[in-house]
């Protein structure tokens, strides 16, 4: 494991990309909990929003 990975996977989520149309979400943190899902376009939307900066909370 490189040097800050841990907080890296400490803080991730992972994303399944084998099913056509959904995207589901889990937290690393958790693996045995909840995972709720979206549709390919919301979460394409979701992650150009995050690149965007439109989730940033003001400094």
Known sequence: MA????FMVDQC???A???PGLVPV???KDRE??????TADSW???VDGVKSGEF???A
Request: aromatic share 4%.
């Open 3 to 6: 040097a800050g990975t841990k």
């Open 26 to 28: 889990r937290d690393m």
């Open 13 to 15: 989520v992972e994303v």
């Open 44 to 46: 394409v939307a979701f």
């Open 17 to 19: 990309t084998n099913l």
């Open 56 to 58: 940033d909370l003001p």
């Open 33 to 38: 909990g909840r995972t709720p899902a979206c």
